[in-house]
């Protein structure tokens, strides 16, 4: 359920590569006896565009860091229902009593409003780290990035187990503490996937321009 | 029988002090690890269970992307993995056989109508009834404790008494309660202890000296024979007491697998030999606020097992195996 987008987008490496290669060109026809305008201009207008698909690999780091943003928002906001659940089984056993339902509500409340949607809003649009964006359907089901779909179908299941006790159908808290931990869980994992996505994106990037540099000095 | 939970918490020690020894797990292993505990985490139905997995998994899950691996699926939580209803953990006895909880429970009823009657001024009898309930009923709970917690005995049994209400009998009511020879006909004193109170420098004098003086056979029943020992001792090198005294002490230790639950309460017979005629009493715990009168059944049975373990090592030359106890006299040539 990770990230399934590529990390350091074709593109780039492409427009990396095609970079020296421009500039050895345009230095060549520059320096020539007869310069030929057009010939300059279309190798040129080559570099330009290999130096704006290179930008994008910020984008694609904004991209995977506003993820991350949002998702340490996210746990830490849940912060106040895990201890809710280590609360409920300090005795070694679930005490359904010290669960605090009106702290998990708030916590809940805070959580879907302020940073889910926000995070299931980006997921929509996302260009970069996935493949395809997060897509719902007319009766709300998702399909795309696993991991945007999973969120989805947990806060579902959330929302069901806490209007069912707001409703009296069942008063099994230790149910919601299950749900609420596997959001959780489903958090810190992302989060710790996002993490390593840009470390590992940061450090290829980091060998490219390496690489880059290298040549470019030689021309 | 080891739950799946057990075992999977059993290999991520291993696979752990693998790790914490500088020896590194081996990530085949450990993937295999994670994919066992994936296949399982169905059964694994109690809440604090899951939570402690989802804990272990994401561990293992960060160790291999350390190691410079993939970060594994360690999702216990998507369908198939998730069992149908969550349950909470039970109690460590709860799923122990029907008799093992039947004790508890029992001890528990017995401690609140013990409480309710501690308030109350009662017959002797009665609280002797009581006590012989609580000597049946609490050897067999902390031998089930033990069992299913897996503790020591002696662990079991510290917590036990700090659980009891502490009121330490005073030592001047013990000095009295004791009594000598000349003030309550004292002729014989069986003590059965884990630790024996009589070289206390105050009891000594006041007690156990005078009832030397007055020729009282003293028999310790003692785990260890070292404080018989030293009370042998400090006897001999009594200047008002002469080499003679040493007759009247003896001591009997008693070792082994249940030795631990022999000495479960200390507690002393005056005249055992008398016993049946009279109805002598034993003392209690120095737990308990006073000494309560102690009679019937249970000194009966008290005066019996010291009795036939005496009788027993006298007769097979002073060493006997009894079930689960290794009983021997003590020779005072070997003290001295």
Not at chain 1, 11 to 37: F, M
Not at chain 1, 82 to 105: L, P, T
Not at chain 2, 45 to 54: F, P
């Amino acid at each position: 359920m990770a990230y399934e987008g590529p990390l350091l987008a074709a593109s780039v490496v492409r427009a990396l590569s095609s970079i020296p290669g421009a500039i050895r060109d345009i230095k060549a026809l520059l320096s020539g006896k007869e310069i030929n305008g057009k010939e300059v201009l279309s190798k040129m207008e080559m570099l330009q565009k290999a130096l704006v698909d290179f930008c994008k690999t910020e984008a694609w780091l904004r991209e995977i860091k506003e993820i991350h943003q949002i998702l340490q928002v996210i746990d830490t906001q849940l912060e106040k229902a895990r201890a809710e659940h280590i609360k409920a089984v300090s005795s070694g056993q679930f005490n359904q009593q010290a669960y605090q339902m009106s702290v998990i509500q708030e916590v809940w409340y805070w959580a879907k409003l302020n940073s889910l949607t926000k995070l299931i809003s980006k997921a929509q649009s996302i260009e970069h780290v996935e493949p395809e964006p997060l897509v719902l359907d007319k009766d709300g089901k998702p399909s795309g990035p696993a991991w945007a779909c999973r969120f989805i179908v947990l806060g579902q299941e959330i929302d069901k187990a806490l209007d069912a006790y707001d409703n009296g159908v069942s008063r099994d808290t230790k149910k919601i503490s299950e749900t609420m931990n596997s959001l959780i869980q489903h958090v810190k994992i992302q989060m710790y996937l996002a993490d390593e996505r840009m470390r590992e994106e940061a450090e290829k990037f980091g060998n490219e321009l390496y690489k880059l540099s290298g040549i470019l000095e030689q021309i | 029988m080891s739950s799946e939970f057990d075992i999977i918490i059993a290999f991520h020690k291993k696979l752990s002090s693998q790790c914490t020894s500088r020896e590194k797990a081996e990530a085949n292993t450990i993937l295999k690890f994670i994919e066992n505990t994936l296949k399982k985490s169905k059964k694994v139905t109690a809440i604090e269970d899951r939570e402690e997995l989802r804990y272990i998994l994401r561990f293992w899950g960060s160790y291999l992307t350390s190691q410079g691996l993939k970060f594994p699926d360690i999702d216990i939580d998507s369908s198939g993995r998730k069992p149908k209803n969550v349950t909470i953990r039970r109690a460590p006895w709860a799923d122990s056989p029907h008799y093992i909880t039947g004790s508890v429970h029992e001890l528990e009823s017995f401690e609140k109508r013990l409480n309710k009657l501690s308030n109350r001024d009662i017959k002797a009898e009665a609280f002797t009834d009581l006590l012989n309930q609580f000597n049946t009923l609490l050897p067999g709970a902390i031998n089930d404790i033990v069992q299913v917690q897996r503790r020591s005995r002696i662990d079991v049994l510290s917590d036990a008494s700090w659980s009891i209400r502490n009121n330490v009998l005073e030592l001047k009511e013990l000095i009295e309660d004791q009594g000598t020879a000349s003030d309550k006909g004292l002729r014989e004193l069986w003590v059965s202890a884990r630790r024996i109170f009589d070289l206390n420098p105050e009891f000594y004098t006041k007690t156990v000296r005078k009832n030397l003086l007055d020729k009282v056979q003293h028999c310790y029943f003692v785990k260890d024979v070292s404080q018989f020992s030293q009370l042998y001792h400090k006897v001999g090198k009594d200047k008002k007491l002469g080499r003679e005294h040493l007759d009247y002490l003896s001591c009997i230790t008693i070792s082994g697998d249940y030795a631990d639950l022999f000495f479960l309460f200390d507690y002393a017979l005056r005249n055992p030999s008398e016993f049946s005629n009279e109805g002598k009493f034993v003392y209690w715990d120095l737990n308990r606020p006073r000494f309560y009168p102690f009679m019937g059944r249970r000194a009966e049975i008290a005066t019996k097992v010291l009795d036939s373990i005496k009788k027993k090592v006298l007769k097979y030359d002073g060493e006997v195996k009894l079930e689960n106890l290794n009983v021997k006299l003590e020779e005072r040539g070997r003290l001295n």
